[in-house]
Nanobody, 127 residues
Framework: HVQFVESGGGLVQPEGSLRLSCVAS????????IGWFCEIPGKEREGVSC????????YYADFVKGRFTISRDKDKHPTYLQMNSPTPEDPGVYYC????????????????????WGPGTQVTVSS
């Protein structure tokens, strides 16, 4: 089974940028996509972005469209989440995980079927 480790979090100013990384280890085959999720205290973890392992199609939640970009290296690892112009709604612990159920993704998706969760990386937005 795959296991992820996230990194790159920290303090970022509004209108600044931050790049999160997600590195996989273990059995890195058999999943349909890699997704980034955000967990804010008091709220459920929600999908932010995901990228298909089949054709590199990308999907974004409405609240990050146009500001965040998901990508990955040619050899499929690591996976990145470029965060531009963060807002006060973006802080939280960011996790990545692999999807074993497959699409559709749309602009919202459940974490059901995702596995290999890492410890997460904390993002704080403050001027």
């Amino acid at each position: 089974h795959v296991q992820f480790v996230e990194s790159g979090g920290g303090l970022v100013q509004p209108e600044g940028s931050l790049r999160l990384s997600c590195v996989a280890s273990g059995f890195t085959l058999g999943y349909y996509a890699i997704g980034w999720f955000c967990e804010i205290p008091g709220k459920e973890r929600e999908g932010v972005s995901c990228i298909s392992s089949r054709d590199d199609s990308t999907y974004y939640a409405d609240f990050v469209k146009g500001r965040f970009t998901i990508s990955r290296d040619k050899d499929k690892h690591p996976t990145y989440l470029q965060m531009n112009s963060p807002t006060p709604e973006d802080p939280g612990v960011y996790y990545c995980a692999a999807d074993y159920l497959g699409p559709p993704y749309g602009t919202t998706w459940s974490e059901t079927g995702f596995g290999g969760w890492g410890p997460g990386t904390q993002v704080t937005v403050s001027s």
